[in-house]
């Protein structure tokens, strides 16, 4: 029962992601083809309402339910890295025409297919914890 906020946060961020059209296939299409902003909005949105949160993160304006504050762990740079990183996220990504981020949105939507992709990405999680310790990170 304690958890429910975080059900009804996730229900929340559901329906926006589906009537804001993030999830439609169509328009990741119309994005990788530099067709329309609607997802460079989107996403721009998200970033910066992410520095904002990250700022008050850091300066102990926003708490954890508990009342602690909130560390933010510095990461390691390099721009190989994150190069590959993001060359193999994007490609996922754009062959699977959906991001990630949605699958359970997309699942409560309906689109079956999208088992695929959540197959993927619970094999690709899998594969990174066997590899983890032998990767260079």
Request: glycine content about 14%; charged content about 15%; proline content about 2%.
């Amino acid at each position: 029962m304690k958890n429910i906020k975080f059900l009804a946060i996730g229900v929340l961020f559901g329906i926006v992601l589906t009537k804001s059209e993030a999830i439609s296939w169509y328009r990741i299409f119309e994005m990788f083809k530099f067709q329309s902003f609607h997802m460079y909005g989107i996403i721009g949105s998200a970033v910066s309402l992410s520095m904002i949160f990250m700022f008050l993160f850091k300066k102990g304006i926003i708490k954890d339910s508990l009342g602690n504050i909130i560390t933010v762990k510095a990461k390691k740079k390099g721009f190989i890295r994150t190069f590959v990183g993001g060359t193999i996220f994007g490609l996922g990504w754009a062959l699977a025409g959906a991001c990630p981020g949605p699958i359970f949105v997309l699942l409560g939507n309906g689109i079956i297919s999208i088992l695929v992709v959540l197959l993927g990405a619970v094999l690709g999680a899998f594969i990174y914890g066997l590899l983890s310790k032998k990767l260079p990170n």
